[in-house]
């Protein structure tokens, strides 16, 4: 059954529900219904709602850097024996 072209928020969610009755992974059934989403909000001309929908959904998908550790060259796999020279 195809999926609904609309941004609202009950399409989305019958989006996600539909590609999880799928068999497709949960992380993997947003993506798809908030792509779907954001063209039907680009298709009808309303580029706030598409910005919107574009902001909703980046912050799990981020990743942060770490800082590295000052002593990254003493102990894990080396034991203690590397060091940096």
């Known amino acids: 059954m195809p ?10 969610a019958a989006n996600i529900k539909r590609e999880i009755s799928a068999g497709r992974p949960q992380k993997q059934s947003v993506a798809i219904a908030m792509s779907t989403a954001r063209k039907a909000a680009k298709d009808s001309g309303n580029m706030a709602k598409v910005k919107a929908l574009s902001q909703s959904n980046s912050g799990g998908s981020k990743r942060t850097h770490t800082t590295q550790r000052s002593d990254m060259g003493t102990g894990g796999a080396y034991g203690g024996s590397y060091k940096k020279g």
């Open 3 to 12: 999926l609904t072209r609309s941004s609202s928020p009950e399409a989305i």
